[in-house]
């Protein structure tokens, strides 16, 4: 008894009891409301250790800065930092409900109608329990002028003090070793600000994104319009008139675009145990009307997803590290294809995914780009058994997309972002329909059984969408972001493809992934033209008849007689019909074997497109990194405004489901067509 008592003693009238009181009330609010008032997914034990001992390391920094102070002085100096620290935590919940993101100081300075939007609907969107981030301080206040804490007026030594914030740059240091461990390339492919929290903490993530700013704003202010003017000139030069057979064969039509997360082209015709793993995407891939690449690559670097978005929706590449939709989505320029087709074609833009919003910065990315709707996880009913590593599985998140799909204004735009084959290629007992493979490598064996189920979801949606005779005024195109089997398994990779070695230049060939434009009535085929994901946006834009001269877009119509058939790699490797570098190897395309000593005239051929490569991506880099659309004015195009964008829910779907004349809702006899949807998703069954 006597024990706690002088323990009590000690904390209410010592400084440094003071200081332990101010420490721990706010160590645990922060945490009470890490798990309360954010989504930040935290899943295993590293996790979730890091994220209740995350609010420590800042706490004991920045608070420690008052004991240098003397006297009441130190006192007040503590509670001040406590109060800001408090405000800052108070500020991102509610900034946080509103746009599922944290606070920084590049938000706070680009978006000021962000601030502004806030501004007015504050009183709106809090909670009483919002205050709980307050409340500590109330109390601490409240008790140091009730004289129930007593000020010490002792000075603390100078040097225990310097240990003490040595103490909090030590845990901080180790905090980062921590999560780095679990969660390599956190700091550096930045693929979602929820994860610098959720391991890091918010004032971290705040310093974090203040340097990140810093640079680039560096970088910007370098960049000017001359620099636009070379990037133009290149372009001029190596402009390849689209095929005019194919130009406008889409005009008017609803763009549906599937992106098929993780999907290789070896997929397709790809059989185990006899037994064909992806029929549907097979059968689309054969058929009449349907438009396929037999050598289309993806091209993306360490932005994956991101960057095949990057590429599709502007013709630009992806960064050489990190992602260009984290780092430069939110204040950047674009000319992106919801942009232009909204503009051109009158269509309604909209992206459809079941994961959350803030993954590769969309939420601020798409207005940018200029999407209208955009409905993230929080727009789909979720429960436990709905919901598989990174998002809802997909057929729930087709099946729960139908209302919104059949309200959409037609024409529209839609990109569906599918999720469920995704790294590490796991999916529950009742959902597998196919075997593993048996190559013993954990994470490729699962591979083939969640590509057959995204196959499986997208038969669904296939059917839904021929019953309601959507496809007959729909171009639906398909293309997958990425490998799904890293070049990190070259033993399972052969004994997947049935070959005794699996060479580098093997590997380059795994990245191809399909593309697929599938439309009642479009002339198809199997190309074998050599492109990759930058070539999309001009060919769509080709399909549809839109005129894009002269915007900045370093793809090619990919059925264009001209094609230059380049395929780049993020990292300066190339494929072409004839000729391919794999880390600093040539290599034959047609046999795959390496050109160890080519002939001065061939050398010379090899360096030029090495060179063409290099030249193409640090064109496409300056265009990101300097900014420079931001000087771009064509005549046709009004420059996007991310302020005019607003992703809440409820004032979306108050918009969407107000009755449109163009919808398929509205021609269905303002009926819904949710009947029409046929899943056999066992977590619907009654
Ligand atoms: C999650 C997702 C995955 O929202 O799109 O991205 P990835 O890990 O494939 O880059
Ligand atoms: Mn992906």
Redesign the pocket.
Known sequence: MTRIKSFLQWLTETKLGFFIIVLVAFWLKTYAIYLTKFNLGAVGSMQNFLLLLNPLPAGVLLLGIGLFFKGRKSYWIIIAIDLVLSLWLFANILYYREFSNFLSLSIIKTSGSTADNLGKSIVGITHATDFLALLDVAVIVALLCSKLIKYDLRPLKFKFNVLVEALAVLMIGLNLLMAQKDRSGLLTRT?DNNYIVKYLGMNEYAVYDGFKTAQTSAQMAKANVSDLGSVQKYLKANYVKPNPQYTGVAKGKNVLVIHL??FQQFLIGYKWKGKAVTPNLNKLYHAKDTLSFANFYNQVGQ????DAEMMLENSLYGLQSGSAMSSYGTSNTFESAPAILNQQGGYTTAVM?G??GS??NRNNAYKQFGYQYFMPLSYYQNKPKYYIG??LKDKIFFNQSIKYIERLPQPFYLKM?T?TN??PYEIDKKNQSINKTDTEDETVDGYVQTAHYLDQAIGELMQWLKKTGLDKNTLIMMYG??YGISGNHHKASAQLLNQDEFTDFDNLKFQRVPLMFHMKGLKGGIKKTYGGEIDVLPTLLNLLGINDKGTIQFGHDLLSKGAPQIVAQRNGDFITPQYAKVSGTYYDTKTGTEIAKPDKKLKMQLVAISNKVTTQLSLSDRVIDGNLLRFYKPKWFKKVKASDYDYNKDKALKKLFSANKTSLWYHNHQKTTQKEFKTDAPELEK
Do not use: C, L, N
């Not at 932005?303 to 991101?306: E, F, I, L, P, V």
């Open positions: 693929f997360e993780s932005g994956k997803t991101s995914h994961g959350a993954f590769w990174y998002g972002i999720v995704h790294y972001d990425h």
